[in-house]
């Protein structure tokens, strides 16, 4: 499996967690997010994007990362470029390092998209901001490994039919859940979560590392 982990513009801090996943990682930055390289102690091996949000002050080594540059005005965005090149590069697993917040919720919500489609296409991807994790759940039976107590939610882009969740405070049996339902938000883990789904998909979104405000 060749793992690259894309740098993305939203928020992220550094957990263990998360230098686990992109231990041995290649990397490659999307526009600002080459500032999170300083973060993680990474040095990607390509920057990509129209370089309108380049963090000032660079030290020298990510200064000369090497640069594939696009016009502002384009058709896809630079976190969707840098995608675009991993898989280029024969990525078979992608860790969207900083998916989430930021200044863009248009973004966010693309990056959730972006990774279903991905995963429907047969990418493994995982989203996250180090604090929250992102993973694509599509028709069959998966199991996480987080730990007790960790809250988590469902959030459905379809309709969902023969959701199963066990491992959980409040689990299901082979439900139906409607698009746009609040039914799978704030879950809590209890003992090995397993979801299953028969039809639908959807996002796991979880928070083995919750901040102080949530």
Known sequence: MSTFTILLGGDLIRTP???RQAEGSRVIAADAGIGHARLLGLVPELWVGD???VPAKLPDDLASVPR?????????????LAIAAALERGATRLVLAGAFGG????HAFLHLALALRLAEAGTDV?????????????????GFDYADGTLFSVLGF????GLTVTGAKWPLNHVKVAF???LTISNEIKGRLEIALGHGR???LAHPYPLPES
């Open 51 to 53: 370089f309108d949000s």
């Open 126 to 142: 995982l989203l996250t901001s180090g604090a929250q994790e992102g993973i694509p759940l599509l028709r069959g039976t998966a």
């Open 202 to 204: 959807a996002m796991l």
């Open 68 to 80: 594939r540059t696009f016009p502002t005005e384009k058709d896809q965005t630079d976190g969707e």
């Open 180 to 182: 746009g339902s609040s």
């Open 158 to 161: 379809s309709e969902l039919a």
């Open 17 to 19: 967690r998360l230098d």
């Open 103 to 106: 200044k863009r919720a248009d």
